[in-house]
């Protein structure tokens, strides 16, 4: 969801496409870095410590991604405003008061 907000709409698609792409390669290269960490005997404790790193840079781009993202929501188009509820007229439906 945050992605989609992220890319101007004319290059959206190609922004998404490399978030999927950068999402494939780092789960397959952080685990095969796991195993071989684990296999050279450094430990579970060494291996935590070591994914301290990625979500450390993690952490400093979702907060570089929200400073980026505007604080208001973007206003639906026109189509879209018949859809909303106006929640003042609706009543609950378990309501069974006469």
Do not use: C, N, W
């Not at 390669?25 to 404790?45: D, E, I, P, R, Y």
């Not at 060494?46 to 907060?63: C, E, R, Y």
């Not at 189509?79 to 609950?92: A, I, M, V």
Request: no cysteine; charged share 15%; proline share 8%.
């Amino acid at each position: 969801m945050i992605a989609v907000d992220a890319y101007p709409d004319a290059m959206r698609s190609s922004g998404l496409g490399i978030t999927g792409l950068s999402a494939r390669v780092g789960s397959a290269t952080l685990g095969a870095s796991g195993g071989v960490l684990v296999g050279a005997g450094v430990g579970f404790g060494g291996f935590f410590l070591t994914l301290l790193i990625p979500f450390s840079l993690l952490g400093m781009a979702l907060i570089g991604i929200r400073s980026v993202l505007p604080r208001e929501p973007k206003p639906l188009p026109q189509s879209h405003k018949d859809y909303r509820l106006d929640l003042e007229q609706q009543t609950p439906l378990l309501d069974k008061s006469p």
